[in-house]
């Protein structure tokens, strides 16, 4: 019995990691959630984002976001590699992509600019099935058990496949909105010899819009603050998740919002609920992140989500110039 609920115990979490990673931090790191970001801001770019999640739980999860991206202005276009890691610390399972981006700009107008873009990876999941006992390994009558199985069901423990997404964004100097597809080709990720399970495609609906509640303010304050309101929808399967929420901007030096977003949880059939807030610093080139999710549901108990980043812009002077039109995004 004990090694059957341990087998639907992996099946059932394969099943969940079909589901793509989510960045708390995607409107601090748009990166993570767009590829058309790559060279955007029409200079060369490092950043990272990590990610702690479910501490409380036997699924303790770790995630790890990692991009350079740059801007060819001779060809008008961005090109960038990004590299996403994650591991569950339970079950041992990792997964790996690497991703190369390439994202174009095109003006549509005196003040807005169409900036599509497209992405192909390469990705590998791996699970620590070496922990999993099967019922031909069990010698009843040595009381022992064999290092390996004939078992139809036995998994493959490694499963890796090539990736291909597209992103769009239109822009201008102050708000942006963006529409992302991600596993195009659908790649297979079964563990199973002649298995086929398709990564569902994964489509997020993004805006990031400026209110102009200080336009009419001459002060010192109203001139140097802007708020914006963030939205999010996400859709992958039979999940769908929506984002709302708001972030205060000071100076472009200084940033802190929240969103709210629910997750369906089918195991208590009910929302979990959770509220992410999150604060940001500029300083020389350097952008610096934090946020931490709040599980406000009493159905069901995680523990909290952190997430930092950091970043750095290597041409922050010769922007600071006003040389280049470039997106606008904290």
Request: charge should be positive; charged fraction near 15%.
């Amino acid at each position: 019995m004990k090694n059957i609920i341990s087998l639907l115990f992996f099946l059932a979490f394969f099943q969940s990691y079909s589901q793509d990673v989510i960045f708390s931090q995607n409107f601090l790191v748009p990166e993570t959630l767009n590829s058309s970001f790559t060279g955007a801001i029409r200079s060369t770019k490092v950043g990272s984002v990590f990610k702690s999640q479910w501490r409380n739980s036997s699924l303790k999860t770790s995630s790890n976001f990692a991009f350079v991206d740059t801007w060819l202005e001779g060809y008008k276009t961005g090109i960038g590699i990004s590299f996403l890691n994650q591991k569950e610390s339970g079950s041992g399972y990792t997964f790996n992509q690497v991703s190369f981006n390439f994202a174009m700009a095109f003006e549509i107008g005196n003040s807005w600019f169409f900036r599509p873009s497209i992405s192909s990876g390469f990705g590998m999941k791996s699970y620590g099935f070496q922990n999993l006992l099967l019922e031909d390994q069990i010698n009843l009558n040595s009381n022992t058990t064999n290092t390996s199985s004939i078992d139809p069901i036995l998994l493959n423990s490694q499963k890796s496949f090539f990736d291909f997404s597209s992103s769009v964004i239109f822009d201008n100097k102050d708000s942006w909105f963006g529409l992302t597809l991600r596993h195009l080709n659908k790649p297979n990720i079964s563990l199973t010899e002649g298995g086929n399970i398709p990564l569902d495609i994964f489509m997020s609906i993004h805006a990031k819009y400026n209110l102009p509640v200080f336009q009419n303010y001459g002060t010192w304050l109203g001139s140097k603050s802007k708020i914006y309101v963030l939205a999010n929808y996400m859709n992958q399967r039979t999940y769908g998740r929506l984002d709302l929420g708001l972030q205060y901007v000071f100076d472009d030096k200084f940033s802190l919002g929240m969103t709210m977003f629910t997750v369906p949880d089918k195991s208590i059939n009910s929302l979990t609920s959770f509220l992410s807030t999150f604060i940001g610093l500029r300083a020389k080139g350097y952008r610096f992140g934090y946020s931490y999710d709040i599980n406000t549901s009493k159905s069901i108990s995680l523990g909290g989500i952190h997430e930092f980043s950091i970043s750095y812009d290597f041409d922050i002077n010769i922007r600071a110039l006003n040389r280049y039109k470039c997106i606008s995004f904290f």
